[in-house]
């Protein structure tokens, strides 16, 4: 193991990369803020969902105003009070509707506004009428008695008349055609409020359809926009921010937390202003109807914010849990997929499995109390809307007994509170959805705002298109973790053109080295150059461009093998990706392939063996044209027979290039122009191959101990 990957280590000694805060300090207000800046690029389509919520509230609040409408006015019209007039005086009656004509007298109905006025008739060639039905005859009365009462049918003298509470009113029986020409317009008016009413829920059905396509648009557009971000800005992280964040737990940023803002944008911001819209209307329908209902029914409403109150505090938590938790069993199940040949190997299955439902039943435990939570809330909303309607019926039925509500105001008004409770049912649900998603933008937001350690400097040196790759270290100290030392003191220069190897036992800092180099950390004291310029001076595309490096261990991306030595780079060539192949002498293998460079890979590569991958690897820097080749440790997974052929090539690419190569086998870097032996952070001896076994130094016991090992195989067989 390289000396960077043991600082690596000791600087996460002490804990676990899959340990992570439970709550992120930022208020609630921030996070609105920082979710809404992402929608108001679409504000006008949000707007306009939001106008199409006002008109969908309409036509849903219209229906039971309708049926009210239907009921009073027209089912139980017949017994409404009427203005009478003479029949050559019925434009009398227009003010108040369109009248009916029975014989010489016409008849209008007027609502219970006019029926409460003072008695005096506004119009002195008015008079009073009503329909009144006693033992299922129609009575048609002179006046407007007291229905409430029972009233009497009498005959006097041929005439017939209705006593109620001690006053008489003149009647006459109606036959069945009278009364259906009353009815005629209750026919009509009922026909008219069935289209109306079929309008609406058409009409609505059709707005919902809209504005649920137009929001699931924008909601996948916002989401696009984040996960884009989120992608660009992970691309940009230094390797430390890798060191310390698995893989898994940035998945699930990327995908479930970005999915938990899809759910707020596409669904949750435009619902809750309908919904609110909603409960808004229908208190000014139902105030407009009946105070004393309304009051009635509002006396639930302390109950339910003390409970939305508890909800918001108990659930937030429950949410930050459930999130937590998951990034944890994420981050565990990638990690041991990954390796699963070694769990296999060392017959470590059980006890991963044991791990992963200690895991796995942490979450479950989580979840399971967000659900008991819900469990409580919703259903208690529901209660107290049950708990409304029963004070309704309660109230309202004896108002409707005692004649001073209508029936269609309470048969309204049952509706009405079943559409002001069906919001706050559902407002449960959003504010669930919002709670998840305030987690998820804690830590989407919380990895936006982390910034990369290695940025380029605010004022940049641009290098030559002809990079010399010459090397300077100058007196580098650096450290992973604060104080503890990797590189101490470390001064070399590499010339332009130089094959220059790094060796020494593991810990020795040589791969550290290779890290700086092209910045994947900074260093704290010192200075490394790249043709005379601060490699901090230098544009980080710039920097990396010049340099290739082909590591130990070699990451194959899910492709064929034209693409992974490419690497979708446009601008290189077929003719120069089977340039590369030749060059490391791996093209012979490739045409053998069925699809040749076409072929495709597994993941990382499991259908290659470790030479092959390696050999790809070398043609993957190859094909880029560095100016700077830097191998670390690239040559340990290659046989024998294999190094000789990796080695002729290495002749060919170092020509003019400077050459960087970490080994621990010294057999392969005997031809390095200067060699520089690491030990314990510091350069300790420095010259080529001979030079240094003429010192007879650390140099010469390293070679010493691998030849002595080389000369007793033979016997170990």
């Not at 105070?291 to 003390?306: S, W």
């Not at 045409?591 to 063996?609: D, H, I, W």
């Not at 040559?635 to 003019?656: F, G, M, P, W, Y």
């Amino acid at each position: 193991m390289g000396s960077g990957e043991e600082g690596r280590n000791g600087r996460e000694s002490g804990m676990s990369i899959h340990a992570e805060k439970a709550v992120v300090d930022i208020k609630d207000g921030q996070l609105l803020k920082k979710m809404l800046a992402y929608a108001v690029p679409h504000w006008k389509m949000i707007t306009l969902c939001i106008g199409l919520a006002f008109l969908i509230v309409m036509s849903d609040l219209a229906r039971p105003y309708l049926m009210k409408i239907a009921i009073d006015d027209h089912i139980n019209g017949l017994h409404k009070p009427m203005y009478a007039a003479e029949a050559g005086k019925a434009d009398r009656l227009q003010p108040y509707g369109k009248p009916v004509i029975i014989g010489d007298t016409a008849y209008v109905r007027i609502g219970a506004a006019e029926a409460s006025e003072p008695a005096a008739i506004p119009d002195a060639g008015l008079r009073k009428a009503q329909i009144v039905e006693i033992g299922g005859a129609q009575f048609l009365t002179e006046g407007w008695p007291d229905t409430k009462a029972k009233p009497e049918v009498r005959q006097i003298g041929g005439a017939t008349e209705l006593a109620v509470d001690g006053q008489t009113y003149p009647a006459k029986e109606l036959d069945e055609d009278t009364v259906s020409k009353f009815r005629e317009r209750d026919t009509g008016g009922l026909l008219t409020l069935g289209l109306f009413f079929l309008i609406t829920v058409v009409g609505g059905a059709m707005l919902n359809y809209v504005q649920t396509n137009l929001l699931q648009y924008t909601g996948q557009h916002i989401i696009y926009r984040i996960r884009s971000q989120l992608f660009e800005h992970l691309s940009r992280m230094s390797a430390s921010f890798f060191d310390r964040n698995p893989v898994g737990r940035l998945v699930v940023r990327v995908t479930q937390d970005t999915e938990t803002l899809n759910q707020l944008y596409s669904q949750v911001i435009v619902n809750l202003v309908k919904d609110i819209i909603v409960l808004f209307g229908i208190l000014v329908i139902m105030m407009q109807m009946s105070l004393k209902l309304t009051a009635l029914m509002i006396v639930v409403i302390p109950l339910l914010i003390g409970m939305t109150i508890w909800y918001r505090i108990v659930v937030r938590e429950a949410q930050r849990t459930v999130r937590l938790l998951l990034s944890r069993l994420n981050s565990f199940l990638a990690e041991n997929l990954s390796g699963i040949r070694i769990t296999q190997l060392f017959i470590r299955e059980e006890r991963q499995l044991e791990q992963f439902r200690q895991l796995n039943g942490e979450h479950f435990k989580a979840g399971l109390r967000g659900v008991i939570i819900n469990s409580i809330f919703q259903p208690a909303v529901g209660f107290l809307g049950n708990l409304a309607i029963a004070l309704l019926i309660w109230y309202g039925g004896g108002s409707v007994l005692d004649g001073t509500i209508t029936f269609g105001i309470v048969y309204a008004f049952t509706h009405y509170v079943r559409q002001f409770f069906n919001p706050l049912m559902s407002l449960a649900e959003k504010y669930n959805q919002i709670q998840t998603a305030m987690v998820g933008a804690e830590r989407i937001f919380e990895l936006l705002d982390e910034k990369p350690s290695i940025v380029d400097a605010e004022v940049t040196k641009a290098m030559p298109k002809q990079v010399r790759g010459e090397i300077e270290f100058e007196h580098v100290w650096f450290a992973y973790n604060e104080g503890e030392w990797v590189l101490r003191d470390v001064s070399f220069k590499i010339e332009p053109g130089q094959t220059i190897a790094f060796v020494g036992a593991t810990g020795a800092g040589k791969s550290s080295i290779i890290s700086l180099i092209n910045r994947f950390y900074d260093i704290q004291k010192g200075t490394i150059r790249l043709d005379g310029i601060d490699i901090r001076d230098i544009p980080l595309e710039q920097l990396r461009r010049a340099v290739s490096v082909v590591q130990q261990d070699v990451f194959l991306f899910n492709g064929d093998i034209a693409s992974n030595i490419r690497l979708n780079e446009s601008g290189i060539t077929d003719e120069q990706v089977r340039e590369a192949a030749r060059m490391v002498h791996m093209e012979s293998f490739i045409r053998k392939q069925p699809l040749g460079f076409a072929t495709p890979l597994g993941e990382r590569g499991v259908n290659l063996s470790l030479g092959q991958r390696q050999l790809l690897s070398f043609a993957r820097a190859i094909v880029f044209r560095p100016q700077i080749l830097i191998l670390d440790e690239a040559t340990s997974n290659i046989d024998t027979e294999t190094e000789l052929v990796v080695q002729d090539a290495l002749r060919t690419i170092s020509k003019d290039r400077t050459t960087l190569i970490v080994a621990h086998r010294l057999s392969t870097i005997q031809h390095a122009d200067q060699i520089i032996v690491m030990h314990k952070g510091k350069v300790r001896e420095t010259g080529n191959h001979y030079q240094l076994l003429a010192q007879k130094g650390y140099y010469y016991k390293l070679f010493e101990l691998q030849y002595k090992e080389r000369r007793q195989m033979p016997d170990a067989r």
